[in-house]
Each structure stands twice: as structure tokens, then as C-alpha cells.
């Protein structure tokens, strides 16, 4: 049996990358999905849109619900928890808020109408949904969210003086590393709170950067590959935390260390082990 069997999942930013990959290994392990993201067909310059994940997660039997909604506007974000529900036939089990927005521009001079954008989106949007989830959860007294966090979220004392760490430390993450930071200790002070409930709830991050159609977008070559990990790696360790035990709660990962940690292999998309 397939280790999502029965389970109704919520995945934001579902349109290409790493949501993407977390909607597609999710039906593939069984869960029902609710796909969400701002809108439904091409983007305009980025490969991927959140019909053509749906086509892939509706190949392998389960139920697919596409949820089109800006998780910048409050209102909504406000309808999904609820929309999800009722489309998969039931209450959420599983949160996964990966949907992100990473605007990288110096600091000195970050408009205030880009900062609440990467803020609603980043910390607000995970918070709201959460809470909206969180009485249904409760209730059924076992439920799982895991929140997509960054490197960047850390900031690294030893790069004063030298050259910040490639892809990392630079001025022009600031705010994104900052909402991440947010998420991360939003993490564990719901997960305090909930203690006993049955409700999990962490965050992990890439080890390294994964090469998805955004990240191309934004960082190109300027990436070393020696730096780079597979979708598959960051995927599974989604997807682990994403069926652990209730004491697995309020932790902060780095996507190969956790899989190293407990010896978890790396399988692909569809579930299969790869070659």
C-alpha cells in the first residue's frame, strides 16, 4: 500500500518546481491532491503551469483538484483549506506550503510594495492556511505540514570579511532570507503550541539549491553545480516528514542531512526506486 493511501494533501505553488515534483510524488504515493497556485495555464516566461501537474498527479488514479488563488491576497487564501475539503471529500491531512516569493534586490533601496508582497506570501499565506487547517487537524488528532524554508533563512557570521557564500549570503536575499527566518521560527512556536495533538509540523530546506525553472530564471549560470542537488532529494524529504511520527515536530531541516540522518533512499517522482 502506498504510504499517502487515504490521506487529502494541499500543496502550494503546485505550478512547476519544487511543487511540482512534492504534487506528482504525492499521487504517486496515493494522497489526493489539491493543487494550488495563481493561476491555471503558462506562464509568461516560465516553463510548467498547474494543469499540466494535474495532468501528471491524474495519471496515477487519485482524486486532483485544482485551487487558483493569489496567496498574497488574504481573501483568497482565505477559501482553500475549505475548498480543498470539500473537492477531496474531506477534512486536509497534510499542509505543505512551498509556494514562495523571492524578489533579490539590494536592500538600500527594496520598494515596500515588494517587502509585504514577499511577506504575505512567504510568512502570512503559510500562517493563514495553517490556522484554517489547524481545527479540522485537531480533530482528527494525526495531520502533517511542512513548511518549504531556505538556506537563506541563516545568516552566517564567518562571512564577514570574505566573499559571501555562493548563491547565499548577499545583500540582495536579505528580505527573502528574511521571511524565511520568519517561517522557520513560526514552525516551531506552532509546534510548541500543538505538542500532543498529533499534529506535525516542520520546516526543511534544500542542502543545496535545486535547479528548478525559477531558480534557472533568477540565478542561470551563475550556479555552481557542485552546489546544485536533484528535485528527487529535496522531494523525499517532503515527503518523510511528510508521514512521520507525532514526535517528529518542530525541526528545521536541510533536505540531505535529514535523508542522510535516517537513512532514507532517494526515489524518484513516480515512486519508483531510481536507477
Known sequence: MTVLHDRRAVITGASRGIGAGIAERFAAEGAAVALVARTLDAHDHLPGSLRATAERCAGYGGAVELIVADLAD?????????????????PVDVLVNNAAAAIYQPVASYPLKRRRLTFEVNVHAPFDLLQAALPAMTEMGAAWVVNISSATAVYDPASLGRPAPAGRQNSTMGVYGASKAALDRLTFAFADELAGTGIRINTVAPKSAVLTEGAAALMGDRLDPALIEPLESMVEAVLFLATGPADLTGGTYRSLDLLADHRVDVRGLDGRPLP
Open 74 to 90: 488574504g481573501d483568497d487564501r482565505a477559501t482553500i483549506i475549505d475548498r480543498a475539503a470539500t473537492a477531496l471529500g474531506g
